[in-house]
């Protein structure tokens, strides 16, 4: 279909232009004080497993009291390929504002019609705070994905009879409190 052909163009130079953003302004610059603590997190996270396995890891996701521990958690299994560089954390807001993109697509694709979703697609990736938010490593993306999906979910479930997807709308909506609380 060419919507969905689209859509593939509209993700993918959002993601090259994020990616090429990231690595000209971002790579080996300070990060905002927010940032250092959620790396720190995503460190933690992942020197704690190196060192003592899952049950480190699940020990070090636990002591994130303060702060929704997802985000950073996915960015250490990221590390688990990638190492532990920092820059590489910047991927996760990225890749998620991309299914944010994608996910909208398929709930205007779903409400009216796939020239609908194609457009919902185009302004979500090109909204000023997604692009913001995915150039930095904060929780409100990653959030956003879930809550995408969530909602897509649930108008996939038809009305709760669907049970897979009215099992992603409960993951979806539980994941929401270890990515950020305020948006439940």
Not at 39 to 55: C, V
Not at 156 to 162: A, E, I, L, N
């Given at each position: 279909?060419p919507?969905?052909?689209?859509?593939?163009?509209?993700?993918?130079l959002?993601?090259?232009?994020?990616?090429?953003?990231?690595?000209m302004f971002r790579?080996g610059?300070?990060?905002s004080?927010?940032e250092?603590?959620y790396?720190a997190m995503?460190?933690?996270?992942?020197?704690?497993?190196?060192?003592?396995?899952?049950?480190?890891?699940?020990?070090?996701?636990?002591?994130h009291?303060s702060?929704?521990?997802?985000t950073?958690?996915?960015a250490?299994?990221?590390?688990?390929?990638t190492g532990?560089?920092?820059?590489?954390?910047f991927?996760?807001?990225?890749?998620?504002?991309?299914?944010?993109?994608?996910a909208?697509y398929?709930?205007?694709?779903r409400?009216?019609?796939?020239?609908?979703?194609l457009?919902?697609?185009?302004?979500?990736?090109?909204?000023?705070?997604?692009?913001t938010?995915?150039?930095?490593f904060h929780?409100?993306?990653?959030a956003?994905?879930?809550?995408?999906?969530?909602l897509?979910a649930?108008l996939?479930?038809?009305r709760?009879?669907?049970?897979?997807?009215t099992?992603l709308?409960?993951?979806c909506?539980?994941?929401?409190?270890?990515?950020?609380?305020?948006?439940v």
């Amino acid at each position: 279909s060419p919507f969905v052909a689209g859509l593939l163009g509209v993700v993918i130079l959002f993601l090259a232009v994020g990616t090429r953003w990231r690595w000209m302004f971002r790579h080996g610059q300070p990060v905002s004080v927010d940032e250092s603590n959620y790396l720190a997190m995503s460190l933690s996270d992942y020197f704690n497993f190196t060192g003592g396995g899952i049950k480190g890891f699940i020990a070090a996701f636990e002591a994130h009291r303060s702060y929704a521990p997802l985000t950073s958690a996915v960015a250490a299994a990221l590390y688990g390929v990638t190492g532990p560089h920092v820059i590489a954390a910047f991927a996760v807001p990225l890749a998620c504002a991309a299914g944010a993109v994608t996910a909208t697509y398929f709930i205007g694709k779903r409400l009216d019609s796939a020239a609908t979703g194609l457009l919902s697609a185009v302004l979500v990736a090109t909204c000023p705070l997604i692009v913001t938010y995915s150039r930095a490593f904060h929780f409100a993306i990653p959030a956003t994905l879930v809550a995408t999906l969530a909602l897509l979910a649930l108008l996939q479930s038809g009305r709760c009879r669907r049970w897979g997807w009215t099992l992603l709308f409960g993951l979806c909506v539980g994941l929401l409190p270890l990515d950020r609380s305020m948006t439940v």
